[in-house]
C-alpha cells in the first residue's frame, strides 16, 4: 500500500526522529540512503522498519529481506522524514545500541563537550578506521542525530558509545592513561605514548572541560605554521589518532 499523507501516523513517528526528543522517546535513529542502510544491516544492527520511496519502488525486494517492516511512501510523505537536501529514497529506522558505562578493553576517545554533531560523526568515522572501538561522550552533540550519522559514514555502526556525567566517565577510566589534546601541548611527533591510553578531544571553541584538563596524565599538540591558529576538531582527532598508534 502506497501511503501519501504526512499526517500517517508511521510517517509522524519517523520524521519524529529527526529530533533528539523523538529518538530518546522511541530508542530509535535514522539511518539514510541504499548504502548505508545495506551496511547497518551488514553490521548486524537492529533494523526496525525501513521506508522506500515510490521512485525507489525496485528497492522493495531487497528491503523486505533485512527488515521485519517496508513501507512505501510517496515523495512528499517521504520527503517530511528525510533529512537530507535531496532524499536518496531509502531511509531505515534502527535501534539504538545500550552500552553500559564500563572501562575500556583497548585505547578509546573521550569526547569532551563537541556541540557540531558533523565533528562528532567524522570523528566517529575516523576512528572506526584508525581502530578506536570505544568512544566516551560527555555533554556532547548526539551521536544518533541525522547530521552526525551521515558525517560518519557508517562509524557508528562500529562504534561503541558510552554516555554519561564526566565524573562518572572519569571513574570508568580510572588507570587508563588520559592524553589531552591541545595546542600548547608537547609536540606529538616526538610523543611514544606507554600501555593503554584514553586521547581526549575538547569543545570546538573551548578545548577541554577544567574537570578532565586537570584528570590528564599528559597533553599534546600538533605543531602549526604561526599564521594557523587551529584545526577543526575532527582533523586533529584524526591527526592524533594515526600518531599516537604509529
Do not use: W
Amino acid at each position: 500500500m502506497l501511503i501519501v499523507s504526512k499526517q500517517n501516523p508511521a510517517v509522524k513517528e519517523l520524521a519524529s526522529l529527526k529530533e533528539k526528543k523523538g529518538r530518546r522517546e522511541r530508542g530509535t535513529f535514522l539511518v539514510e540512503g541504499d548504502k548505508m542502510v545495506s551496511e547497518c544491516a551488514a553490521c548486524g544492527m537492529e533494523i526496525v522498519r525501513i521506508a522506500v520511496c515510490e521512485e525507489q519502488a525496485e528497492k522493495l525486494a531487497r528491503a523486505k529481506q533485512i527488515a521485519p517492516e517496508v513501507l512505501l511512501l510517496g515523495r512528499d510523505a517521504f520527503g517530511a522524514i528525510s533529512d537530507e537536501k535531496t532524499p536518496q529514497g531509502v531511509l531505515a529506522e534502527v535501534k539504538i545500541p545500550k552500552f553500559e558505562l564500563a572501562p575500556p578493553e583497548g585505547n578509546c576517545l573521550l569526547l569532551d563537550g563537541l556541540s557540531d554533531p558533523a565533528n562528532v560523526g567524522a570523528i566517529m568515522r575516523t576512528a572506526a578506521a584508525a581502530g578506536y572501538r570505544e568512544i566516551y561522550l560527555a555533554d556532547c552533540a548526539d551521536p544518533y542525530s541525522p547530521k552526525s550519522v551521515r558525517a560518519s559514514m557508517s562509524g557508528v555502526f562500529f562504534s561503541k558509545l558510552m554516555r554519561g556525567a564526566r565524573a562518572e566517565i572519569l571513574g570508568a577510566l580510572r588507570g587508563v592513561t588520559l592524553i589531552a589534546a591541545d595546542m600548547g601541548g608537547e609536540n606529538i611527533f616526538s610523543f611514544v605514548p606507554q600501555g593503554k591510553f584514553c586521547l581526549c578531544i575538547g569543545n570546538e571553541g573551548n578545548g577541554l572541560s577544567d574537570e578532565v584538563r586537570s584528570r590528564a596524565d599528559r597533553t599534546v599538540g600538533i605543531p602549526m605554521e604561526k599564521h594557523t591558529e587551529s584545526l577543526n576538531a575532527a582533523v586533529s582527532a584524526g591527526i592524533l589518532m594515526y600518531l599516537l598508534k604509529r
